[in-house]
């Protein structure tokens, strides 16, 4: 068996595996690394390869026991509301960055192969779900993404994980009764159609960029939420997203946003004024809406995620 044919029978699962990759590790930094281990383990076992499983659960297998391999030694990617209660008021004095906390990272929709197509694919890596994931002990992690989200049976984890049916549905059931508890509530996939989408951006982004918080108050839910990885202090209800914005984010000309798609949701690259009319890449907004407002603001204001986006955003300032 030579390189053209491994290729053959393996590229087609690369996109997916990096998604559950990333399920996994919560970092699509991380997961493209295994991903690539994946591959190399792949290619020098292939000739030991004797069909007796799929190709894909042979890949699904390699890929799940190099990220249960790499968790063994690294710490759940949080978010800052996995960390502590969120303030009612903006007034509060803001905790210090926590740069040395490795944070969940968003995913851009391009990486993982369009999770936003249906919606069973986005519900898989929509922000909450990913962040919710983090929670679970490595191995309960793998059993309910192969169970739940990719649909392998009982028996195939079972074979993918080198353990028993009897330890898959105990894992599996500690695994839903723990997700079940952090709860990723089932209205957040409830958005308007791509069409009121786009309108919804613009209006935000306008509002944005025009320092106009008064326009983002029709933009919000009245129980709206924002968090700001890498800074552990996050916010919860309208009036207190709008007056943190208002006193400490929002200038004219100060922000620039292109936007994108990440976890299967709205998403926006921001770019901050550096001086002299220059932007500079800042990080990535990934918006969660229910129905026709914005419930969520999720700001990575980490400048390195940027290029992961740009790859595939068209610039145009």
């Known amino acids: 068996m030579g390189d053209a044919e491994f290729a053959a ?14 399920r996994m590790l919560g970092s699509v930094q991380d997961a493209e690394d295994l991903v690539q281990e994946t591959y ?100 309960q992690r793998a059993v309910l993404t192969l169970r739940d989200v990719l649909a392998f049976r009982t028996a195939e984890v079972a074979e993918i994980l080198g353990t028993t049916a009897v330890a898959v549905d105990s894992a ?17 996939l409830a958005e308007p159609d791509e069409a009121a989408v786009r309108a919804l951006l613009d209006r ?50 100060l922000w620039r946003f292109e936007p994108a798609r990440a976890n299967g949701q709205p998403a ?6 550096a001086g002299d009319d220059r932007y500079e890449g800042y990080g990535i907004q990934v918006l969660t809406l229910t129905g026709d407002r914005i419930a969520r603001i999720t700001a990575f204001n980490d400048p390195g995620l940027v290029p992961v986006f740009t790859g595939a955003v068209a610039k145009r300032r």
């Open 204 to 253: 935000y982004v306008d509002a944005f960029t025009r320092a106009d918080p008064d326009a983002l108050v029709a933009l919000l839910r009245a129980d709206a939420e924002m968090e700001m990885p890498p800074t552990p202090t996050w916010f919860t209800g309208r009036p207190a997203v709008i007056g943190f914005l208002a006193a400490r984010v929002l200038r004219p000309r």
């Open 40 to 139: 190399l383990r792949a290619w020098r076992a292939f000739d030991r390869f004797e069909g007796r499983s799929t190709v894909r659960r042979w890949l699904y297998k390699i890929a799940t026991m190099a990220c249960l391999t790499a968790l063994d030694t690294r710490t759940r990617r949080p978010l800052p509301s996995g960390l502590g209660a969120p303030s009612d008021d903006h007034r509060v004095e803001m905790a210090a960055q926590e740069p040395s906390v490795a944070w969940l990272q968003p995913a851009p929709d391009t990486l993982l192969g369009d999770p936003a197509a249906t919606a069973q694919r986005r519900a898989g890596v929509r922000l909450a779900f990913i962040a919710a994931l983090q929670l679970l002990p490595a191995r």
């Open 172 to 188: 599996l059931r500690r695994a839903r009764s723990r997700l079940a508890e952090a709860g990723p509530v089932a209205d957040e």
């Open 268 to 273: 926006l690259v921001a770019y901050k004024n």
């Open 9 to 22: 029978l393996t590229e087609p699962y690369r996109r997916e595996l990096l998604a559950h990759c990333y």
